[in-house]
């Protein structure tokens, strides 16, 4: 598990055999040299002290040959899922939530004093964004979850991969929060953002449940050839469709009410999304969320079900070992220079 980038400039190892070479000085002439007793702790000092000069020549030739420890897989074996967040980044998330409370006579229900009614009459926790508690909500749910592997793709016009799969808590936050600055656009292509999620899992191995976890206030009209491709691509990575429906204001929502004909249901593409959903053989779920509270709700439904055991292969980086051979060869220097300021000088 070692390696070196310049394994050539271990040939300079040898030096380090110099301070074991090196002969002690010659003592003074002195005809009562012979009677002195043979002073062991000296000569264990003295070897010691070579033994520091050929360590730290060795640390610093192993300094320069740049070792490091290269990048491996680690197999871990736990409870969670494999999960893709894809999330809406059009500017209708810039707006607040439905809070489904009755307008006064005299006020359009589609109008523009509509909202204007809603954001007034709201408390502050529904006047934020759908976005902003949509972001806060999965950093909460990635957190909770820490055996998940999560990739995020955001998405308007076109969709964007701005997380490949990773259980890096602080790399998977940092990836939900980078998108909450500035304004989206006005476009929606949900089917684009699918298939981009999808392809995440191509040539991946199948180690456990797989989710796309869909949050967005809109919906899309695919044509029979989009359709087609993405179902055979659910079948084909098994993977679990969970939609997080952000119920806008004047939303009509999923479900057909009574007397709504089917020109108007065609007419509505957050219907027309949810019909292709449930008539796929993946499994299916759809939450509208039509405020925060209801969004959390849904979030742990999501928590509570996908839990099953799952093997994931984490890929520990390269590690540079050259910084650990420098520290070991300035403090065996550091030991030399404190010897020798200790070092007793002769006398004439």
């Not at 999965?138 to 995020?152: C, E, K, S, V």
């Not at 191509?202 to 989710?211: H, K, L, N, Q, V």
Request: aromatic content about 8%; some cysteine; overall charge neutral.
């Amino acid at each position: 598990m070692l390696r070196f980038d310049q394994p050539w400039l271990l040939l300079l190892l040898p030096l380090l055999a110099l301070p074991l070479l090196v002969k002690e000085g010659q003592p003074l002439a002195n005809a009562w040299i012979a009677f002195a007793p043979r002073d062991r702790a000296s000569e264990a000092v003295g070897w010691l002290l070579r033994a520091l000069a050929a360590l730290a020549i060795g640390a610093l030739v192993l300094a320069l040959a740049d070792p490091y420890r290269p990048e491996y897989t680690v197999e871990r074996t736990g409870r969670g899922a494999e999960v893709v967040l894809v999330l809406d980044r059009s500017r209708s998330m810039d707006q607040g939530f439905a809070p489904g409370t009755k307008l006064p006579k005299g006020i359009n229900p589609t109008g523009p004093e509509a909202l204007s009614h809603y954001f007034s009459q709201a408390p502050a926790r529904l006047r934020e964004s759908k976005g902003q508690v949509a972001r806060q909500l999965l950093a909460d749910f990635t957190a909770q979850r820490p055996q998940d592997r999560f990739a995020l793709v955001v998405f308007s016009t076109l969709p964007m991969t701005v997380l490949d799969f990773t259980s890096r808590q602080e790399m998977i936050q940092a990836a939900i929060t980078a998108g909450n600055i500035g304004r989206g656009l006005s476009e929606t292509h949900i089917g684009r953002a699918i298939e981009a999620a999808l392809s995440l899992w191509e040539d991946r191995p199948y180690t456990g449940s797989r989710i796309l976890l869909l949050v967005s206030d809109g919906g899309d009209r695919l044509d029979p050839d989009s359709r087609e491709h993405l179902a055979h691509l659910l079948r084909k990575q098994r993977v679990a469709i969970y939609w997080l429906y952000l119920r806008s204001a004047n939303s009509p929502g999923l479900t057909f009410a009574e007397g709504d004909s089917a020109a108007a249901a065609e007419s509505v593409p957050e219907k027309l999304l949810h019909q292709f959903f449930e008539s796929l053989e993946t499994p299916y779920k759809a939450y509208e969320a039509g405020n925060s509270e209801a969004l959390e709700q849904a979030i742990a439904d999501v928590n509570r079900l996908e839990n099953l055991p799952i093997t994931t292969h984490e890929l520990v980086p390269r590690r540079e070992l050259a910084p650990w051979a420098e520290g070991l060869a300035l403090a065996c220097v550091l030991l030399l220079l404190g010897a020798r300021a200790l070092e007793m000088r002769r006398w004439h």
